[in-house]
C-alpha cells in the first residue's frame, strides 16, 4: 500500500471512530440535564401553530424544572429541549431528525408540528428506535402502520366531528324525532387531516342511519365554495359540517353568512385558529367547533393544578396569547408524559424509556393520558364547543357540558 | 350528478345564484389574468409572482384598513403603491432577465414568488386575514338568492379598470407605444420607442392591477401569504385559453371561468372544479390545434 493512503485511510478511520464515540455520548445528557429534540416549524406556514407547540414544551420543562426536575434512578436531571426549524416542509423534518438522531445524539423525541410533518418524522424514530412523544399530529393514519416509538396525547382526527353526530342524535331524539331522519351537508378539504375528519362522521352517520346529502371535497386552493353553499341551500340539511384548516373556517364562515345558508347544527373545524368570532361576530353565534381541550374542563395533576390553573399561569407568562390554544396544552402534556416516563423507567435507555411510554396511564391537566398498542391515546374525549354571545361554551359530550347546547342554531345580527 | 341536475331544473332560481357567483368571482380572475396577459404579450416574461403580487396588494389593503381606510377606498394608494413595487422591480431584477432563455425568466420570477411569500409572512404572520367592507347583502327571489354588494361593486370594478385599460392601449400615445413594443420589439426602437421605458411601464401597470386585485380578493375571499398559486394557476390557464393579445377574449375566458367552475361544484361536487376547468382548457387547445392544422393544410 502506498504511504499516502494509509495515512488518509487511518486519518479517515480515526475521524469516523472520534465522531461515533463522541456524538452520540455528547449530547442525550449533558451533566445533569436530559436533551430532548424537537424539528418543528419555526418559518414557514405552519410557524405560528409551530410556536404554540414550542411554548407550550417550554412551558412545562420550565415548570418541571423549577419543582426541582425528574428523577431518574436516583439522580435529578433538569429538562432542556433542542430545537431545529423544519421551515413546515415534512421532508425537512425527516433531515432533522436523522440530524438530531445522529449527529446531536439525541434519544428523546418531542413531535413536530402537524400531521405531515410527524408523519414524515415516525419513520425516522422508528428506523433508529428511539421514542418520540408527539401533541400536534392528529391524523389517524400515523396509528396504523403498526409504529412501536411513536405515541400521541392528543385525539387523532377522526373524533373531531364524529361527536357532533353522536349530539345530533341526541337532539333528534330529545326533540321527538328518530336520529335516521336527520340530513348531513358537507365539504371537507382534500388532505389527508380533513379527510380523516370526515371517515369518523360517515362511520358515525352510517351508525346511526343518517343520510349525507352533500358530500362535496374541497381542492386545497379553492377560497370560494359558494357553489357547495348554494347545494346546501337547495337541500336544506338538518346538519352542516365543514373542515378544512384556517381557510375552510374562515370562508365557511363568511360565506354562509353572505349566502343565508344555516341549520339547526352547524359545525366547523379551526374555529380558534381561524378567529371566526373576533372576525365575523354575530355571523359565528351558534356554530360548534371541537377542540382538544378547554380550560374549563375538570382534569388536574400535580404539576399544573387544574386546566383554569395552567390557563392562568401561561397567560401570566405569555401576555402576547389571549387565551391559551389547545396546541399549546397539549405540547406541555406531551412533556409532562415524558417526565413520567423517566420517572417510571428509571432509567434513561430509549427501549426501557419506551416500554414506560407505552404503560403510560396519567391523569393530566390536559385529561387522562393512556396509550392504546397504536400509541394513541385513549384516554380522553373530544370534546365540543358552542359560541354562545362570543364566547366558546363546552357543550358536549354531556358530562363536561358547562351549558347546554342552544339548538336550533341562532345566529346573532352583529 | 343528476340528483344536482334535478334541483336546478325544479328550482331554476339557483341557476341565478350560480350565474351571479360565477360572473363576480371570474371578474376578480379576469383583472389577474388581463395583467398576466400583458406582460406576457409585451415584455414574454411568464410571471409566476403574479399571484403573489395579488396577496401583496392585498396584505397592503390590510395594512391600510388597520389604519382605518376603507378597503375600497384603499384600492386606489395600494395600487399607487404596487405600481411604484412594480417599477424597483423590474429595474431590480426584470430588466437583467428579459433578454434571456425562458427558463432564466421562470425561475427568476419563481423565485420573487417565494421571496413575496416569505416576506409577507414575515410582516404579516401565516394567519388567514379577511377584510370586511361591511356593507351587508343584496336578496332576491324570497332570499333564496343572496348576493353581497361588494361582491358586485367588485365587479363593477374590475370592469372599469379593464375598459379603462383597453382605452390605454388603444387611444394613448403611450398604449400605441406598448401595443407597438408587443408586436415587434426591434422595429419599435428602430422607430424611436424607448422599449425599456415601455417594458417598465408594462411591469408596473400590472404590479398596480395585481394590487388592486388583491384588496378585491380580500374583501371578497381570504388573504394568506401562501394562498398566491391558486391566482397564478387561474391567471395562466385563462391565458392560455384566450391567446394572447386577444384582451377582450381575457375577460370572456374568464367570466366563463368563473361560470363553469360555480356549475361543475354544484353539479359534480367541489372535488371536480379545478378538473372540469382543466378538462376544458385541454379541449379548447384541442380545438385551436385542429383549426391551425385545417389553416395549414388550406394554405398548402
Known sequence: MQPYVKVVSRTACAIAVGAALAAPAAAKVEGDKIILGSAISITGKYSQEGKNASDGYNFAVKKINENGGVKVGGKTYKLEVKYYDDESTPARTAQLLERIINQDGIKFVLGPYGSGPTKAAAPVTEKY???????EGASRSLFTQNYKYLFAVLSTSDYYLSPVIDLAAELAKKHGKKPSSMKIGMAFENDPFSLDVRQGVVTEAKKYGMKIV????MPRDLSDISATLTKIKALKPDVILFSGHTKGATTATRQMKEMNVSAPIVALTHCESADITGKFNGAAEGILCPTQ??????YKDKLFGTAMDYNE????????????????AQGSAAVEVWADAFKRAGSLDPQKLRDALAKTNMETFYGHVQFDKAGKNIGKPMVLRQVQNGKYVVVAPTKYAAEPVVYPRKEAND | MWDNVQILTVAPVFNVQLWLNGLSVGAVFALVAYGLALVWGVTSIKNLAQG??????????VAFARHGVHPIVAIVPVAAIMFCFGWVLYRLMIRRVIQLDLFTSLLATFGLAITIQQALNLAFGPEVVTLDAGFGQLEMFDAMVSIT?????????????????????????LGQAIRATAQDPRAARVLGIDTDLVYSLTF????????????????????QPFYGIAYSVRAFVIVTAAG?????????AALGLGVVEQYSGFVLGAQFQQATIVGLLLLILLWRQALLRRHRLALQ
Open chain 1, 129 to 135: 428506535k428511539i421514542p418520540m412523544v408527539e401533541a
Open chain 1, 214 to 217: 352533500v358530500d362535496d371535497k
Open chain 1, 293 to 298: 381541550w378547554a380550560e374549563t374542563l375538570k
Open chain 1, 313 to 328: 399561569a401561561f397567560l401570566k407568562a405569555h401576555s402576547e396569547y389571549k387565551e391559551v390554544p389547545y396546541q399549546v
Open chain 2, 52 to 61: 403573489d403580487l395579488v396577496m401583496m396588494g392585498g396584505y397592503l389593503g
Open chain 2, 149 to 173: 354588494w361588494i361582491r358586485l361593486i367588485a365587479f363593477a370594478i374590475c370592469l372599469l379598470l379593464a375598459g379603462a385599460m383597453v382605452l390605454f392601449l388603444t387611444k394613448s400615445r
Open chain 2, 204 to 223: 408596473s401597470i400590472n404590479a398596480a392591477i395585481c394590487g388592486a386585485a388583491g384588496v378585491i380578493v380580500g374583501m371578497i375571499w381570504v388573504l
Open chain 2, 244 to 252: 394572447l393579445g386577444n384582451l377582450p377574449g381575457v375577460i370572456l
